[in-house]
């Protein structure tokens, strides 16, 4: 049974754990101000607030945004999930978000009104301080046809001027002194501990419990050798493409695993749980501390409920050929660790998973566990990310690639280069790596590097280009990526 708070009211339900949070909402709690638009995570109509306690004992509930038609209605057990019913403190009364919306004429049809207002309130109720950027990037996610976003920029500089004053410490109180949220929120971390205890408890026959997982379920991992249930993260690709089987079908949730959770450094090698979120990579210091830019090349990756939502591990194994994070990981030299129901382990280069499109070379009931990879040397390594789309947000790659390089006196000591679009599969680009080694970073040297990736690539005519195009990409990308590294020597 699922249990969590949906604004002011505790939910138990024995709905399918694979169904969407939209339609539970709307169809079931009859929740109607959550909208349906695209049913794709693309127009942010459906957007909702999702709380969780990022440990227990905290007492500081983590609010994110998320396109409810891909939110596996089983991501929300032991969370607090608000729709815009939940946020105004009294019938009648506006929250300052909604006011800046009304004042600044960022309402005209209404329909994508109520995704700004979640997200806005969501960026309200973020533990970071506001800027005029996080500001604007908090409604990233949401799609306006009607007032041509300026409206609704001026309503967000407006909330960010509020917001300066917005205390460190006890920000949900003055939040809700505000008319931000109602006050209940100030009681939600409670009700959210009391929630997974009772789960810890029940999981132990109800005697004193140690530090409960964030989702009670069975550790698949200590399950019985057994065929595994569909295993679902963040459903923001399986609920895209087969919504109606993930519902009628058993799933295994992974995104509240917290096994599979966490980014460290151990010595040279970065550890990261295949849960991981593209956002808690942006958010990380571990890896900021190693790849500085990484803020930059995630920006071009969804949006920022997407990123909340969709995890690493479920971008590798949607073997998409243009999987952005995939493309990124393959030239940072990743490996994976799968686990079979049995709990066998194995590990496998990123770049051997992908046998042909959508081939994998793993089992079915293989799941990822963990992704490491080398840390990049200060001193002597270079990463860059480039992707060119249609549009430059919330747009998926014509063509991506990622380079690594280790220089030493101007000279290439070792590279990894990585594309994507232009084949059946994500890449790496050995030949072109090799004409860049043991060379200094001139034009002939790049001229070679760009003739030999010519050899290695297949790519197709498609609606995000031809495949004369997507050569030309590739080419002009892996010059950028040494324009980019201020790397090229004339
Ligand atoms: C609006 C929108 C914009 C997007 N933009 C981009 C973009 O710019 N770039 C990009 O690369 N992608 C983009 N995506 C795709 C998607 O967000 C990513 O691929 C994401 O990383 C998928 O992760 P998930 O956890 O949501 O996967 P899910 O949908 O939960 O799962 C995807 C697949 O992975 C499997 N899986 C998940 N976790 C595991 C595991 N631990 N072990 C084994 N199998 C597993 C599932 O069974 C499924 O087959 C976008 C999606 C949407 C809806
Ligand atoms: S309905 Fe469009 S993002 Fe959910
Ligand atoms: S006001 Fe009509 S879509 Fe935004």
Known sequence: MLQFYLNDQLIRTDQP?????????????????????????????????????????????????????????GNAHGKHV????GINAARGTLTPVQQAIVQENGSQCGFCTVGFVMSLTGHALSAR?????????????????????????????????????????????????????????????????ALRDAAAAAATGGSEAPTPPAMPALNPLDAPAAARARILGGGTDLLVQQPE??????????????????IRREGDVIRLGAATTAQQLLESDVMLAVLPALPRFLKLVSS??????????????????????????????????????AGQRRTLPLADLYLGYKQLAKTADEQVTEIRFPAPA?????????????RTHLDIASVNTAAWLRLEDGVVQAARLSAGGVGPVPMLLPKAAAALVGQPLTQQTLRRAQEAAQQEISPISDVRGTAQYKRLLLRQLLEAHLLELRLLTD
């Open 304 to 341: 920022t409920p997407i990123r909340q939502m969709g995890t690493v591990a479920g971008n590798f194994i949607n073997a998409s050929p243009i999987g952005d994070l995939t493309i990124l990981f393959l030239a940072l030299g990743a490996e994976i660790e799968l686990a079979d129901a």
């Open 82 to 85: 608000v729709t815009v019913e």
């Open 129 to 193: 301080p506001s800027t005029p950027d996080s500001v604007r990037a908090s409604i990233d996610g949401n799609i306006c046809r009607c007032t041509g976003y300026k409206s609704l920029e001026r309503a967000a500089a407006h909330l960010h001027g509020q917001l300066s004053a917005r205390p460190a410490t006890e920000a949900v109180r003055w939040l809700a002194d505000q008319q931000f949220v109602p006050a209940y929120f100030a009681a939600m971390p409670a009700r959210l501990q």
């Open 17 to 73: 754990a694979g169904s969407t949070l939209l339609d539970f909402v709307r169809y079931h709690q009859h929740l109607k101000g959550t909208k349906i638009g695209c049913r794709e995570g693309d127009c942010g109509a459906c957007t909702v607030l999702v709380g969780e306690l990022p440990a227990a004992g905290d007492a500081v509930v983590q609010y994110q945004s998320m396109t409810s038609c891909l939110t596996p209605l």
């Open 245 to 262: 089987r993930v519902r009628a079908t058993p799933v295994e949730l992974v995104f509240d695993q917290t096994h599979l959770r966490g």
């Open 378 to 390: 200060a001193d002597s390594d270079y990463f860059n990310f480039e992707k060119v789309s249609k």
